[in-house]
C-alpha cells in the first residue's frame, strides 16, 4: 500500500523558532511537493524536488528552505517561524508525468 | 488571472440528483488533469484521471475539452457520501511535473 507519511498531525511552536516538517514516501517517486492549505485560498506550493539534492520555488516559497538529501524525504524547513505561517501543510510524492500524486495525512503547524 | 479556476461553491445537491461543474486552466501546454476529493480536515485524494476522450467511472464522469481549456466532473445519482470539497489538478509537464490546484468546489448532498 502507498504511503507517504508526514512526521506530526500537530505542531504548536512560538515565534522565531526554527521548525522541521518531515515528510517520507516508500514509493520510490523522483518528485515530491510541499504545499499550504488555508480557509478561502486552497493549495498552494511552496516548494517542489524532482530529484535529490534538486529543489525548485513554488508560488509562495517566501520564509521558507527545503532539504533532499535522499529520494525518500523530503523536508520543510521554517527559518524563523511567523504567525502567519500558521496552516495546514501538505506534503505530496509522484512519479511520472500521468501518474496520480499521493498525499500525507498533513501537519496542522500553529504559531504562537 | 488564476492558473487553475474552480467555482468555489457550494453546490447544494438533493439525493438522488445529479450535480456537474466546471475547472478552467490558463496553461495550454498542460499535460494531464485530475480530479480530487477532500474532506473536511482530510488530504485530498485521487477520484479520477481526466482522458482526453472523457472517462467515466461509475456514477462519475470527467471530461476534457482542450480547446476551450476546462475540463468538467459530473455526478450522478448523488450519495450523502459524495459530499466534499472536489479539487481540480493540471499537471504541466515541466520538470518536476508542477501540479497547479484549483481552490476547490464544495458539494453539500443533502437528504
Known amino acids: 500500500d502507498v504511503k507517504v507519511t508526514q512526521s506530526s498531525r500537530y505542531l504548536v511552536k512560538r515565534t522565531g523558532e526554527k521548525v522541521f516538517l518531515e515528510c517520507v514516501q516508500d514509493?520510490?517517486?523522483?518528485?515530491m511537493f510541499w504545499y499550504r492549505q488555508d480557509p478561502g485560498l486552497g493549495l498552494r506550493l511552496i516548494y517542489f524536488?524532482?530529484?535529490?539534492?534538486?529543489?525548485e520555488k513554488g508560488d509562495i516559497p517566501e520564509g521558507y528552505s527545503v532539504s533532499r538529501e535522499k529520494k525518500e524525504r523530503f523536508s520543510l524547513i521554517l527559518e524563523s517561524a511567523s504567525t502567519n505561517q500558521t496552516s495546514m501543510y501538505l506534503c505530496?510524492?509522484?512519479?511520472?508525468?500521468?501518474?496520480?500524486?499521493?498525499f500525507g495525512q498533513g501537519t496542522r503547524l500553529t504559531v504562537v | 488571472r488564476k492558473e487553475v479556476e474552480q467555482d468555489p461553491g457550494p453546490f447544494n445537491v438533493p439525493e438522488g440528483a445529479t450535480v456537474a461543474f466546471n475547472c478552467t486552466y490558463s496553461n495550454s501546454a498542460s499535460q494531464s488533469f485530475f480530479w480530487y476529493r477532500q474532506d473536511c480536515r482530510k488530504e485530498p485524494k485521487l477520484l479520477m484521471s481526466v482522458y482526453s476522450s472523457g472517462n467515466e467511472d461509475g456514477r462519475f464522469t470527467a471530461q476534457l475539452n482542450r480547446a476551450s481549456q476546462y475540463i468538467s466532473l459530473l455526478i450522478r445519482d448523488s450519495k450523502l457520501s459524495d459530499s466534499a470539497t472536489y479539487l481540480c489538478?493540471?499537471?504541466?509537464?515541466?520538470?518536476?511535473?508542477?501540479?497547479?490546484f484549483g481552490g476547490g468546489t464544495r458539494v453539500l448532498v443533502k437528504p
Open positions: 489538478v493540471v499537471n504541466d509537464g515541466a520538470a518536476g511535473n508542477k501540479l497547479t
Open positions: 524536488s524532482y530529484d535529490v539534492k534538486m529543489k
Open positions: 505530496a510524492s509522484k512519479g511520472d508525468l500521468n501518474t496520480e500524486a499521493f
Open positions: 514509493m520510490d517517486h523522483e518528485n
